[in-house]
């Protein structure tokens, strides 16, 4: 979170979401690590490595929020480790 706004990078932390199933809102909601950019969901992580279910989540997000671009970080493994994932753009 320091690093952002060094880098001029606009942020919105713990950000919440509403979630829909087909045009019915649903009574829970998403809250990501960070939206960047207005439109990049970053997720932060601190373990060995990452997981298909971290992906999962990830992705999960995408789908639920409409947005195409997320980012994972991991910050607990020996190396850091990120993966970019976008879904949906080719749809729009």
Not at 19 to 28: D, E, M, P, Q, V
Not at 51 to 63: P, R, V
């Amino acid at each position: 979170m320091i690093e952002f706004p060094l880098h001029q990078i606009p942020f919105e932390r713990e950000m919440l979401f509403e979630i829909y199933y087909k045009g019915t809102l649903l009574n829970t909601h998403y809250r990501a690590d960070f939206v960047c950019f207005g439109s990049i969901i970053v997720e932060f992580k601190a373990q060995t490595q990452l997981t298909s279910a971290d992906e999962a989540q990830l992705l999960n997000y995408l789908k639920a929020t409409g947005y195409y671009r997320g980012l994972l970080i991991n910050f607990g493994a020996s190396s850091l480790e990120y993966k970019r994932m976008v879904f949906g753009y080719a749809d729009k």
